[in-house]
């Protein structure tokens, strides 16, 4: 159990070392700075958006500084303006495009979320959210129709801002939605659900009528809750409807603000039903290193308006380490590092873009100085790779700071530019990276670090974390493997800093087998690629490789065709470079001239045809880059074509270890275990696997087997506008209350529908996305399994039933694994009482289910990702223990959770907790037994139209000091 908790805070503590080249914001006695706002470059320009995101993220700075109690607010503010819009004097000329890395952007609509302010929030309770998106519309209509619509924009800033920063979720819930639904019961009374209890308003239908609930309670989807918004007692949370105007704070233990752990919110559910306000506390920003000294007088941000210079393509320092160690143990890595360094200045790096390259060992040279990339300098920049290594030692901090110098040789900024580091070795000059790095940050400019082979420093990783970068690892030093795994990290370090759209798309890089002389592989072109379309083959015995493409309409590119150029001196690779490629599928013969076997890495790349409509892209990125075992890394996938999600695609990631072979690891867009979001187009799976200390690299591969489907727009956090009444006799009739009884609804038959989705197929494809490289340490190898089983996220009940005196009760949930969600688990540890706190806080002495109890299906778990569905009676011993409180009720709730359980009685998390409501009616037949036949017959009648409840009196087993599940004023499990 101890070993246990550890676990969980080691993971708490490195969820917030998150890696996803973003732009760093920074904390200075309670001010956030380098905040980054950038407008999208198809936004027209309007110089009102700018006034009004200053004007927003002043009022917004202030009440981020009354929900923290004055701990923190806005301090300094970036606003990019991009390059398309016309300049100004009071523009500073940057060289660099912030939209891919803002964490604030202001686009065109996802039309999911339409002009409502969301957040792209991947990762789990405590982690960072992505960006925030709000549309031109919302922020340009701020006094008018946003405010009309909304309230107050800048709470709703604050809003996302939580979700961003601090990684707490909403506390309201979503019309339909099974798991977090927007009313819920508790015992006899309908209840919307929300963070604080006792937030008053009233009920309507949308179309102006009264609301309606089905027989079991289930409040139909087009019921709304409309909130009072004159109610002052309404203090918190900020994380259900900041619109209020008594909301001043998150929910937390103070009367209030006092949080309902019961409501089935996102929030409880992932964040084990702890308040936000205590989740928020826990980030590094409240810790006493950030906190504040002095205290501020203004919480007025300052603004810094930028715009990047039009047609600057990006700068970038090649950083290459020529030190002893690139020649060490008879591998040859430096010859390597030739040949993709090569291949990057002689193919990969665009048009415009600036370069310059430096070399290290124990002294820096600076083998070219920045220069423009165009035809005439591209043969010049190849010129000066090195080809040797020397026999010195390897000053990496002195590397970068050259590599520093040559971005701001020309009296410019180094502001924007990026480091693409190289090296295999472990630093032994002054100054060391530790001494550079404050420097880098101070700069702004972002390294990238591509390590070879295990040897390679460990301070890699802070490097690359502190700067918004990202790290690869290349462990196949031996001369003779494929290597476009450098190619791949020197591809995706040049087209981070273009804007999305724009980015060339990786619709292969694997490696080849060659096993007879004739290999044939086919592959499919988008219809909306085709553009700079680039088939490359790379082996070291490329002499004895020859190609042949067939083309959709039967058109050959051999080794006659213009297109072909084979090189097998330096960069050792066959390319067919094809401006304007046919779509569709395309058969590649690869033919082998060796008598023995022999490998080839193929990769192939290519262009939207026209920006404006979009292909599906892939993203790929990891949770943490620094783990000490025991831990575990999740691998996220982001499959989007524009903002639309694209569902139902085999997701699978491949992981190179330090020894042995790559595993697989299947990614799921379930919204179960790691993946937070069902069905919005962000795979997530845990990696677990680990075999050594060393460098774990991450590709994602990618394939629609017929299976996937886009959907409109990409569901993610979002704020719903304030409801209006339809009908204001409404509000007039009746006084805003806090939960409502059944006879204010209707009852209706219709069953509550899935939400309509908006689905079309796809067409086939493939792709390939490097998440980058973690590094482990401290592992230790004995071979027992410490890893517990997930945690279950979507437990939810499907149906309860009562026949005669049975109760039952048919559970469902995503099954996870044996260790997370990876092999088959041993048992579902399934639990119910009628007391909530006792769930929550003593789950192990609570009356627990055996296969005795089971009516259909199983306690035994199914295989990781499958849904699992159990029928169980519900015991009397459970029910006997309802609560005094309850006596009134109609209705009894009954709290259910579960936790997966391995062989080596290893104990996954506590899953949510759901609530099951029963009918009083089974009283009536415990009773019988003792009571006279005419006494069961007058209530009958009653009993056997399942819509007339009987109440008796029956004395319970009070539990005394314990509070019952009915208690409408739970404390909370913190
Ligand atoms: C920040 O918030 C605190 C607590 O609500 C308040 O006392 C203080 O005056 C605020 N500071 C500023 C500068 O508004
Ligand atoms: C690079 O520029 C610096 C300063 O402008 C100059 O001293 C140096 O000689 C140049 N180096 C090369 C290799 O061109
Ligand atoms: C590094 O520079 C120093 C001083 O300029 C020189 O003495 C030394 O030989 C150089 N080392 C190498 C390995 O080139």
């Known amino acids: 159990m101890r070993g246990k908790e550890n676990f969980l805070a ?66 300094d503010i ?66 008018t129709k946003t405010l009309e619509k909304y309230g107050n924009a800048e709470r709703h800033l604050v809003h996302e801002w939580a979700h961003l920063r601090y990684g707490v979720f909403d506390e309201y819930g979503l019309p339909g939605d099974p798991n977090y639904p927007a009313f819920y019961q508790e015992n006899d009374k309908i209840v919307p659900t929300s963070c604080k209890q006792g937030i008053t308003g009233w009920i309507e239908s949308s179309d102006g009528g009264p609301c309606s609930i089905t027989i079991d309670g289930t409040v139909n989807e087009d019921c709304r809750f409309i909130p009072d918004l004159s109610n002052e007692d309404a203090k918190a949370s900020v994380m259900y409807l900041p619109y209020i105007p008594s909301i001043t704070g998150f929910c937390d233990n103070t009367d209030n603000q006092l949080h309902n752990s019961l409501a089935p919110t996102k929030h409880n559910n992932l964040c084990h039903n702890q308040p936000t306000w205590t989740v928020i506390k826990k980030h590094p920003d409240f810790s006493r290193r950030f906190k504040r000294s002095v205290g501020f007088t203004s919480t007025t941000p300052n603004f810094r308006t930028v715009q990047s210079q039009p047609g600057s393509e990006g700068r970038y320092v090649l950083v290459l380490d020529v030190s002893r160690s690139m020649s060490l143990y008879n591998r040859q ?29 124990t002294n820096t040279t600076i083998l070219h100085n920045l220069t423009q990339v165009n035809s005439a300098t591209r043969m010049k920049l190849r010129n000066s790779l090195p080809v040797n290594n020397d026999l010195g030692d390897t000053a990496i901090g002195k590397g970068l700071e050259e590599g520093l110098k040559v971005l701001k040789s020309r009296g410019e900024t180094a502001e924007g530019g990026l480091i693409i580091l190289i090296t295999d070795g472990e630093e032994n000059v002054e100054p060391y990276v530790s001494q550079i790095l404050p420097k880098l940050q101070q700069e702004k400019i972002t390294v990238n670090a591509i390590a070879f082979g295990n040897k390679a420093t460990r301070k890699l990783e802070d490097l690359t974390k502190l700067t918004g970068g990202k790290g690869f690892f290349f462990a196949d030093i031996q001369g003779n493997q494929p290597t476009n795994a450098l190619d791949s990290a020197f591809m995706d370090s040049v087209t981070s800093q273009a804007d999305l759209e724009f980015r060339p798309v990786q619709i292969t890089d694997t490696i080849i087998r060659l096993i007879s002389s004739k290999t044939i592989k086919k592959i499919t072109l988008d219809k909306e690629l085709g553009r700079s379309t680039i088939f490359t083959f790379t082996s070291e015995d490329v002499k004895y490789i020859n190609i042949i493409l067939v083309s959709p ?9 213009p297109e072909y150029t084979k090189d097998d001196r330096i960069k050792m690779r066959v390319e067919i470079k094809i401006p304007d490629a046919e779509t569709g599928q395309w058969m590649v013969t690869i033919l082998w001239s060796k008598s023995i076997p022999g490998a080839v890495s193929f990769s192939l790349t290519s262009e939207p045809k026209d920006p404006r409509i979009q292909p599906v892209r892939v993203r790929s990125w990891l949770s943490v880059v620094q783990l000490t075992y025991p831990s575990h890394a999740k691998v996220y996938a982001e499959i989007k074509k524009g903002y639309n999600a ?97 006879d204010e609804f209707v009852v209706s038959k219709k069953p509550p529908g899935p939400p309509e989705v908006d689905e079309e197929p796809i067409e086939v494809f493939e792709r390939t996305s490097n998440a980058g490289a973690l590094r482990l340490d401290n592992h230790s190898s004995n071979d027992v399994d410490i890893i517990p089983p997930g945690r279950v996220t979507d437990l939810v009940i499907i149906s309860s039933e009562q026949k005669d005196e049975q109760k039952l009760i048919t559970l469902r949930w995503t099954s996870p694994g044996d260790d997370l969600d990876v092999g088959n688990a041993s048992f579902v540890d399934l639990r119910a009482s009628c007391f909530v706190e006792d769930i929550m806080k003593r789950f192990h002495e609570v009356d627990s289910f055996n296969e005795s109890h089971v009516i259909k299906g199983s306690l035994v778990p199914l295989p990781p990702g499958e849904e699992q569905e159990i029928t169980v009676e519900v015991p009397d011993a459970i029910w006997n223990a309802k609560p005094n409180s309850t006596i009134n009720y109609t209705r009894i709730d009954v709290y259910f959770s579960l936790r997966i359980v391995d062989e080596r009685n290893n104990l996954g998390d506590l899953s949510n907790i759901v609530a099951g409501h029963f009918r009083k009616i089974a009283f009536v037949l415990v009773e019988e ?44 499990s913190a």
Request: hydrophobic share 35%; with cysteine; charged share 20%.
């Open 10 to 75: 080691l993971i708490l503590l490195l969820v917030h070392c998150v890696l996803l080249s973003q732009a760093v914001i920074s904390i200075d006695n309670g001010g956030y700075m380098g905040i980054v706002v950038a407008i999208h470059r198809n936004v027209p320009e309007d110089e009102q958006l700018i006034s009004n995101i200053k004007e927003l993220f002043t009022e917004a700075s202030s009440y981020l500084n009354t929900t923290t109690k004055g701990q923190v607010y806005f301090k």
């Open 78 to 143: 970036i606003i990019a303006v991009p390059s398309t819009w016309s300049s100004k004097p009071d523009y500073e000329i940057v060289q660099k495009n912030y939209f891919p890395t803002a964490d604030i952007r202001v686009d065109h609509p996802n039309p999911y979320h339409e002009n409502n302010p969301y957040t792209l929030q991947p990762g789990g309770c405590g982690e960072p959210g992505q960006y925030i998106h709000l549309t031109p519309t919302f922020v340009k209509e701020l006094h």
């Open 333 to 361: 890595p430096i010859k390597l590092l030739h040949r993709a360094a090569t291949r990057f200045v002689e193919d990969v790096i665009s048009e415009g873009s600036q370069l310059g390259i430096v070399s290290f060992s």
């Open 553 to 561: 309409n039967g058109k050959i590119y051999d080794v006659n065709s």
């Open 646 to 742: 694209v569902v139902g695609a085999t997701v699978k990631a491949t992981v190179d270890r330090p020894m042995g072979s790559p595993v697989d690891v299947l990614l799921r867009d379930n919204g179960a275990g790691p993946d937070v979001t069902k069905n919005d187009g962000i795979y997530s799976g845990y990696f677990t696997q680990f075999n050594g200390n060393g460098r774990y690299a991450v590709v994602a591969n990618v394939i629609n087997d017929g299976n996937a489907k886009i959907r409109r727009g990409s569901q993610s956090s979002s704020l719903i506008p304030i409801p209006k009444f339809k009908n204001l006799a409404d509000r007039e009739k009746k006084n805003a209350s806090a939960s409502f009884t059944r």
């Open 929 to 972: 037994e003792k009571s006279p036949k005419w006494w069961v017959y007058a209530f009958g009648i009653g009993a056997a139209t399942l819509l007339i409840i009987v109440v008796i009196v029956v004395s319970c087993r009070n539990k005394g000091k314990r509070n019952a599940c009915t208690n409408t004023s739970l404390t909370s």
